[in-house]
């Protein structure tokens, strides 16, 4: 079994306040969870309003699998939110003890 972490760090220039940025992120947030079976988070810069960091964790029986998913739902986010600017991701895949 491998689990599999993901932190990507969002931009969004367009948006004028919290709320709107609440919905664009709980709209990223559903849309991962539905695709991709993941578990996603908003795990730093909750206060700020033009900056968002997503937390992504994922389970798999094959280390190649939790990689590919994770790249996917990098892909997602920047191929179905062209106002959200990807500022950084990194991911990392460990096997469970």
């Not at 969004?12 to 992120?25: A, D, F």
């Not at 993941?38 to 994922?58: F, H, K, M, P, R």
């Amino acid at each position: 079994m491998h689990i599999g972490v993901c932190r990507i760090e969002l931009r969004l220039p367009e948006n004028q306040s919290l709320k709107g940025k609440r919905r664009v992120v709980k709209s990223i947030i559903a849309k991962l969870q539905n695709k991709y079976n993941v578990s996603v988070a908003e795990v730093d810069n909750q206060g700020l309003w033009q900056l968002a960091t997503l937390g992504i964790a994922c389970v798999s029986n094959h280390r190649r699998h939790a990689d590919e998913t994770l790249s996917s739902v990098v892909k997602f986010v920047r191929e179905n939110y062209p106002d959200v600017e990807i500022l950084r991701s990194e991911a990392e895949v460990f096997p469970a003890l």
